[in-house]
C-alpha cells in the first residue's frame, strides 16, 4: 500500500491558495480612509473646474445647444460668459470633509428675443419663462380702445447653468446634479467615487459646450438600480459657512 501524503501537504496547499486570492484582493480600508479618498477626489474636481472655468472666461465659446421653451422660444448661439465654483465644509465622522462642489456658468447673447402672443396665451407664456429661470420684460399690446390683442414679451438670451457634486459619505457614492446643461431641466446621476476623475470632468465641460453627450452615459440616473445598505458611521453634523471662490 502507497504510503499517504504527510498530514501537512493538505495545509501546504491551503496556505497557497489563500495567498494567491489576497494577492488578487484590494486591501480593505478603513471607513475614514474612504471618506478621506472622497474628499480628496471632490478637491480636485474642484481645482480642476476652477481653472477650466477661468480657461474658458477669457476664450468665451460659443455654446453648441438649442434651449427651448416649449414651442415659445428657442435661444442658440449662446456664447459662455463667465462662471465660478464654490464649495461647503462640514464635520463628519471626527473629520472635516466636504458638504458639496457646485459650478455656476452663465451663457449668453447680445440682442435681447421677442415674442408676439395672443392675449390667451400670456399667463402660460409668463409662467413658463419664470419656471425655466429667463429674466424678461412683458408688454401689452392695445388697441385703440385700449383692448389687449397681443401680449408683448422681450426675452434676455441668458441661461444660468450649474453643477453640483453631492457626495453620500453614508453610501459612499456622489451624486452629480445638472441643471439647464444642455436644455432647461434637471437631471441627476449617481457616480462612484472612483468615478469622478479628470476624464469625466473633460467629458462633462464637452457636454457643457455641446461637443458630446459621453458624460452623461458614465452614471445612471439617480434611484435607478438595485439599493445600496448603508454604511456605519457616526454622524454628527456641523455645518460651516459657506466659501465661495472667486468670481469671473
Not at 489563500?18 to 480593505?28: G, I, K, L, T, Y
Not at 428657442?74 to 471626527?94: D, I, M, N
Not at 449668453?108 to 390667451?120: D, M, W
Amino acid at each position: 500500500m502507497a504510503d499517504k501524503p504527510p498530514a501537512s501537504s493538505l495545509l501546504q496547499r491551503l496556505r497557497q491558495q489563500s495567498d494567491a486570492v489576497r494577492a488578487n484582493e484590494s486591501p480593505r480600508r478603513s471607513v475614514e480612509e474612504i471618506l478621506l479618498d472622497m474628499d480628496q477626489r471632490l478637491w480636485r474636481a474642484y481645482r480642476w473646474l476652477d481653472e477650466a472655468l477661468a480657461h474658458l472666461g477669457v476664450i468665451k465659446p460659443v455654446v453648441a445647444h438649442d434651449f427651448r421653451v416649449e414651442s415659445y422660444l428657442t435661444l442658440s448661439g449662446l456664447q459662455f460668459e463667465q462662471g465660478f465654483v464654490s464649495y461647503r465644509r462640514r464635520h463628519l465622522a471626527g473629520q472635516e470633509l466636504l458638504d458639496y462642489v457646485e459650478m455656476f456658468y452663465r451663457l449668453s447673447a447680445t440682442e435681447p428675443v421677442k415674442l408676439r402672443v395672443q392675449p390667451t396665451a400670456v399667463s402660460a407664456v409668463d409662467a413658463r419663462l419664470r419656471t425655466a429661470g429667463m429674466t424678461f420684460r412683458y408688454e401689452p399690446e392695445l388697441d385703440e380702445r385700449k383692448v389687449i390683442t397681443a401680449g408683448r414679451f422681450a426675452v434676455t438670451p441668458a441661461v444660468t447653468g450649474t453643477v453640483r457634486f453631492n457626495p453620500d459619505y453614508r453610501l459612499h457614492g456622489i451624486n452629480v446634479r445638472l441643471t439647464n446643461v444642455d436644455r432647461f431641466e434637471t437631471v441627476d446621476l449617481e457616480f462612484k467615487p472612483e468615478q469622478v476623475d479628470e476624464g469625466a470632468l473633460e467629458d462633462l465641460v464637452r457636454l457643457m459646450l455641446g461637443e458630446s453627450n459621453a458624460f452623461l452615459r458614465r452614471a445612471p440616473l439617480a434611484g435607478v438600480g438595485a439599493g445600496k445598505k448603508p454604511a456605519a458611521i457616526d454622524e454628527p453634523v456641523v455645518y460651516r459657512i459657506e466659501k465661495t471662490i472667486r468670481s469671473r
